[in-house]
């Protein structure tokens, strides 16, 4: 494995424990009427790498299950992220020196 598939990897994964924790965290603030994370953040975090861990933690702490635009658009994100990932892993990657 190459370091930038290592430091890609590390990357997601992170994201995607963060993104987890965040549907957590939002749930338990809901609960308690807390102030809450912006929704906003739950899709950037998602936008940003973190799709599979929001969709598990929308599912497993069974939160924003109700609200359409997170009920599609959780894995849309997801959809869009793997064809990225599959065009990039198909595009060649050659380095120039000048």
């Known amino acids: ?11 997601v994964l ?4 963060i993104g987890f924790a965040l549907m957590g965290i939002d749930k338990t603030k809901a609960r308690k009427r807390a102030w809450r994370i912006p929704e ?15 969709i598990a933690g929308m599912f497993f702490f ?5 609200h359409w635009y997170f009920v599609v658009g959780m894995p849309l ?3 869009l992220q793997i ?7 198909k595009m060649p990657i050659t380095f120039t020196v000048l």
Do not use: D, E, Q
């Open 14 to 17: 992170v994201m995607n424990i």
């Open 77 to 79: 994100i997801l959809i």
């Open 1 to 11: 494995m190459t370091k930038l598939k290592l430091i890609l990897l590390c990357y």
């Open 40 to 54: 906003s953040t739950l899709f950037l975090f998602a936008l940003f790498g973190g799709s599979i861990g929001s």
């Open 83 to 89: 064809v990225a990932l599959v065009l990039f892993l």
């Open 62 to 66: 069974r939160h924003k299950t109700k």
